[in-house]
């Protein structure tokens, strides 16, 4: 069935590093695929999306491109902030359902 | 106002008793599911509806139901509550075209003692 294998955190990062969290799916067609976060208390947000191959989500600085060669979704960002600290989640869907990743806890610090 | 609408926000109660969550959502969105988080195990889905005629069970169904009770309104109810549904709960919707997007509820917090 369709799934989403995402990097393991927590990540602990400086203000200003580079970002790369690690994702990657399985799935039958052609699937959507999403970045969510999720701050601190807060219920999940979508980031960006990307609805086709070679397509790239951007929003807030954060990019990902939907390569289907290698079935990944590998979210960065040039510059982390601290107001970037947050869970972040991959997820497709087949149309119906929705498969998240297991989450990705990322700390900046200043 | 939230598009999607969660209730209680956070709850606390024993074990064998009747809980149910409350969703309502003004986003005109047909489609809504129930998922749960837990920590290490990210969302897994419960029940989703697409249609109020309509209820699907997700990964995790044993020990839960639900209810559409029109468009807007899909409650989550355990009969008998257990320590180990102790979780964060999150209500979502999305449309039934195009790139689906889910839209989140704040979250729901149950503790079972």
């Known amino acids: 069935g369709d799934s989403v294998t995402q990097m393991e955190g927590p990540v602990t990062l400086s203000e200003e590093a580079f970002l790369t969290i690690n994702c990657t799916y399985t799935?039958?067609?052609?699937?959507?695929l999403f970045w969510y976060v999720q701050y601190p208390g807060e219920g999940l947000q979508l980031l960006l999306k990307?609805?086709?191959?070679?397509d790239k989500g951007s929003n807030k600085g954060f990019e990902a491109t939907y390569r289907k060669e290698t079935t990944s979704f590998h979210l960065e960002k040039g510059s982390v902030q601290v107001s970037d600290s947050a869970v972040y989640f991959c997820?497709?869907?087949?149309?119906?359902?929705?498969?998240f990743g297991t989450g990705t806890s990322l700390t900046v610090i200043p | 106002d939230a598009d999607v609408t969660q209730t209680p926000r956070n709850r606390i109660t024993k074990t064998g008793k009747r809980i149910m969550l409350e969703c309502s959502q003004t986003?005109?969105?047909?489609?809504m599911y129930w998922y749960r988080q837990d920590p290490g195990l990210g969302l897994r889905l419960i029940y989703y509806?697409?249609?109020?005629?309509?209820?699907n069970k997700g990964e995790i169904s044993d020990g839960y139901s639900v209810s559409r009770q029109a468009q807007a309104k899909f409650s989550l109810s355990l009969e008998s509550a257990i320590p180990n549904q102790t979780a964060l709960y999150f209500c979502?919707?999305?449309?039934?075209?195009?790139?689906?997007?889910?839209?989140f509820g704040a979250g729901s917090r149950l503790t079972v003692l």
């Open positions: 979502a919707t999305s449309g039934s075209s195009g790139a689906n997007v889910l839209t």
């Open positions: 799935a039958t067609g052609y699937p959507s």
């Open positions: 990307a609805t086709k191959a070679d």
């Open positions: 997820a497709l869907t087949n149309g119906n359902q929705f498969y």
């Open positions: 986003k005109g969105h047909d489609r």
């Open positions: 509806s697409f249609d109020v005629k309509d209820i």
